[in-house]
Every structure is written in C-alpha cells, then in structure tokens.
Nanobody, 123 residues
Framework: QVRLVESGGGSVQAGGSLRLTCVVS????????VGWFRQAFGKERERVAN???????RVADSVRDRFTISRDNAVNTLYLQMNALKPEDTAMYYC?????????????????WGQGTQVTVSS
C-alpha cells in the first residue's frame, strides 16, 4: 500500500521558518518525481516545487530563494525547507508523486498524495 505522510506544518509569524517532511512507503520512491503542492482556501492547488529521479529541481517563482526542496532516497523522505515565510504562503501543503521519472506542473499527473499539513503565516 502506497502511503505519503506529511508533517511539520504549523503556525508562524511572517519571516519565520518551517520544515515540512514527507515520508513515503509502499513503492520504489527513488524512481519517480516527487513534489510539494499547496492549496489556499478558495484557490486552486498549485505546484510549489518538485524534484525528479535525477535530482533536478523546479521551484515556483513565488517561493524561489525562500523554499528549498530536497529528497533523501535512503530513507524515502522528501523535505521542504521554508524560510522568510509570508502570509500569502498560508495553505494546506501536500506532497505527491508521479509514476514517471520526470516532473510536470499539473496536479493531475501526480497519482499518489499525502493527506496534507497546514501552514499558517500571520502578519
């Protein structure tokens, strides 16, 4: 059974930091693209960052220079380090995986999803 379990969300003030963790089990995680998405209330889900099986990174312009995505295949874990958080970063954050080695921007291409972890940034 494939499982993706996020943790690390919480409430912080603007300018603060959080580190999200996603532990993956049930499939050969290292072969596939994995990424972080977020969905704010009343908005569409958007890609934050992803990393393919070769370690190539793609990060949304809105979080570039503030967020860092990384993966540790030895422990089947994906991370998102978030610094200099802004109120507009408030959202539910999800980790997700495709069934391919390459990454896309489209949430529908990601077939495995975690349950999400809430990030709230106050001004």
């Amino acid at each position: 059974q494939v499982r993706l379990v996020e943790s690390g969300g919480g409430s912080v003030q603007a300018g603060g930091s959080l580190r999200l963790t996603c532990v993956v089990s049930g499939y050969n995680y290292s072969r596939y693209c994995v990424g972080w998405f977020r969905q704010a209330f009343g908005k569409e889900r958007e890609r934050v960052a992803n990393i393919d099986s070769n370690g190539r990174l793609r990060v949304a312009d809105s979080v570039r220079d503030r967020f860092t995505i990384s993966r540790d295949n030895a422990v089947n874990t994906l991370y998102l380090q978030m610094n200099a958080l802004k109120p507009e970063d408030t959202a539910m954050y999800y980790c997700a995986s495709t069934q391919g080695a390459s990454c896309t921007l489209i949430p529908a291409d990601y077939i495995y999803w975690g349950q999400g972890t809430q990030v709230t940034v106050s001004s």
